[in-house]
């Protein structure tokens, strides 16, 4: 896996993936708070919330749940001295499907927590992490 940063001037970056995607970063606020991308510490736990959510899907979809829609939404805590390493990270999953087993969700979820989630695995080295959910039945 390969990436590479390019600075673009003030305390803007490219990010460019050996997959070439790219997406803009900044650590600090433009003009009037906006900001033209993510900080890198925010696709951190973007990049967390993606893996997560991805085998969420993927083991209810393999073992044959209805599943509609995965929504992971990460609220994370950082250390007050540098490096600011993430200390508390909580995922809420509201995960939508028709007639889903609440027992097969929670499998889905630890079964990423615990064994398949390589950025939840290298996060847990510095964070206590925490997840709960919400099923919505779908009408469709």
Known sequence: MK???KWTGERTFIGESGSGHAIVLEVSPGAEGA????SPM??????????????????????????AGC?????????ADDPKVFTRIHLHFAVT????????VERAIALSA???CSA?????????????????????
């Open 97 to 104: 499907g028709r007639d889903l087993s609440r027992a097969k």
């Open 71 to 79: 929504v992971a939404e990460l609220e994370a805590e950082r250390a």
């Open 114 to 116: 615990e064994k398949y």
């Open 35 to 38: 900001t033209l991308g993510p």
């Open 42 to 67: 925010e696709l951190v736990l973007i990049g967390m919330g993606g893996c997560a959510a991805f085998d969420v899907v993927h083991i209810l979809e393999k073992g044959r749940q209805p599943i």
């Open 120 to 140: 939840s695995a290298m996060l847990a080295k510095t964070a206590k992490i925490s997840h709960d959910l919400e099923i919505i039945e779908s009408n469709a």
């Open 3 to 5: 990436a590479r940063i």
